[in-house]
T-cell receptor, first 112, second 108 residues
């Protein structure tokens, strides 16, 4: 089915472990984004990408790494997970920076 | 940095009532977007506004891009139970900045 998908939907990991969250879109949108959503903070941009091999930091990039070797995929890696990274992570895509973004269903990550 | 003030934070209304919420900022935005998020789901785009003064409708939803480009409003007419959720405004000026959300509950 077309659209934007995220995997896994739920993940529990331990402090210090590396974990990668996957995002895949079938619209061939040039822009892709990663947000985290926490109570009291709303949605905060972690990283975004304007095209394959082009990425840029958002508001809260520390502790995260992204890559975009293919237009349709935009994985987010937590190199050494910390409890403060417990959150719900949303991936989004859009046709342009000025266009509405379309969100995936989210990944709920718990770091113990 | 840029911030959006969204109000009210929450609303509990009777089915059939109209709803109004707004977002304000000290910064100018080129685009205003309104999203709805239901529990366990990602935000869904409801309305996009691209020009100051623009008024756009999507069914029972109407949104306006403020003349000053520093605010936007969302109205929902004749609310129904499935309108429940969190409504987010977002302003775009280089990057998308989200408001804190308005939680809407509708009593049948």
């Amino acid at each position: 089915d077309a659209g934007i998908t995220q995997s896994p939907r739920y993940k529990i990991t331990e402090t210090g472990r590396q974990v990668t969250l996957m995002c895949h879109q079938t619209w061939s949108h040039s822009y892709m984004f990663w947000y985290r959503q926490d109570l009291g903070h709303g949605l905060r941009l972690i990283y975004y990408s304007a095209a394959a091999d082009i990425t840029d930091k958002g508001e809260v990039p520390d502790g995260y790494v992204v890559s975009r070797s293919k237009t349709e995929n935009f994985p987010l890696t937590l190199e050494s997970a910390t409890r403060s990274q417990t959150s719900v992570y949303f991936c989004a895509s859009s046709d342009g920076i000025g266009q509405g973004q379309y969100f995936g269903p989210g990944t709920r990550l718990t770091v113990t | 940095g840029q911030q959006l003030n969204q109000s009210p934070q929450s609303m509990f209304i009777q089915e059939g009532e109209d709803v109004s919420m707004n977002c304000t900022s000290s910064s100018i935005f080129n685009t205003w977007l309104w999203y709805k998020q239901e529990p366990g789901e990602g935000p869904v785009l409801l309305i996009a506004l691209y020009k100051a003064g623009e008024l756009t409708s999507n069914g029972r939803l109407t949104a306006q891009f403020g003349i000053t480009r520093k605010d936007s409003f969302l109205n929902i007419s004749a609310s129904i139970p499935s309108d429940v959720g969190i409504y987010f405004c977002a302003g775009l000026a280089g990057k998308l900045i989200f408001g804190q959300g308005t939680t809407l509950q509708v009593k049948p």
